[in-house]
T-cell receptor, first 115, second 112 residues
């Protein structure tokens, strides 16, 4: 069965650079979520999209922005990177059309390292 | 504000033991609760999902129960194996939201 795809899997950037993380949800899933997991911490919700519209917002810095495209893939754009942005970034998808609180399926994550 | 806590934070057991991991949440108005496994530096593997109307779910050697009124869930692992060594996370979706709030995790080590 198809899973959530995230790219790249690993990314190394310098401070003050920008980064773009991509997420391809499971086919026919209409909702995408982004989570950030810092070293030794539990995942924290950043932002979510349903049918290409932002549906919920968590502790996402103003330096970050995200969107969901017409093919339902999503991109997380991160600017003016800081050392503290080094983390594992997860994308998850679900099908709200099949039930609002259906299981979220998580991708393998993108490990971002800021030097 | 929903807060999710897991006890114990770390657990080390000999192979073959049955064990229980605990998850508690402060707001009992949840839509579902999901248990995950995470290996070091790796992604999240979904283990069990319990909808708010359900009391328990089972998969193989795993059994998860949910008591919404008391704000608790337990993950029972039977006949533990060294391959079960990982961090186990519970996460809840609170009423009125669609996002998961994760617990602090239990780091399990099963000794051969």
């Amino acid at each position: 069965a198809a899973g959530v795809i995230q790219s790249p899997r690993h990314l190394i950037k310098e401070k003050r650079e920008t980064a773009t993380l991509k997420c391809y949800p499971i086919p026919r899933h209409d909702t995408v979520y982004w989570y950030q997991q810092g070293p030794g911490q539990d995942p924290q919700f950043l932002i979510s999209f349903y049918e290409k519209m932002q549906s919920d917002k968590g502790s996402i810095p103003d330096r970050f922005s995200a969107q969901q495209f017409s093919d339902y893939h999503s991109e997380l754009n991160m600017s003016s990177l800081e050392l503290g942005d080094s983390a594992l970034y997860f994308c998850a998808s679900s099908s709200r059309a099949q039930g609002a609180y259906n299981e979220q399926f998580f991708g393998p994550g993108t490990r971002l390292t800021v030097l | 504000k929903q807060e999710v806590t897991q006890i114990p934070a770390a657990l080390s057991v000999p192979e073959g033991e049955n064990l229980v991991l605990n998850c508690s949440f402060t707001d009992s108005a949840i839509y579902n609760l999901q248990w995950f496994r995470q290996d070091p530096g790796k992604g999240l593997t979904s283990l069990l999902l319990i909808q708010s109307s359900q009391r328990e779910q089972t998969s193989g050697r795993l059994n998860a129960s949910l008591d919404k009124s008391s704000g608790r869930s337990t993950l029972y692992i039977a006949a533990s194996q060294p391959g079960d060594s990982a961090t186990y996370l519970c996460a809840v979706i609170t009423s009125g939201t669609y996002k998961y709030i994760f617990g602090t995790g239990t780091r399990l080590k099963v000794l051969a």
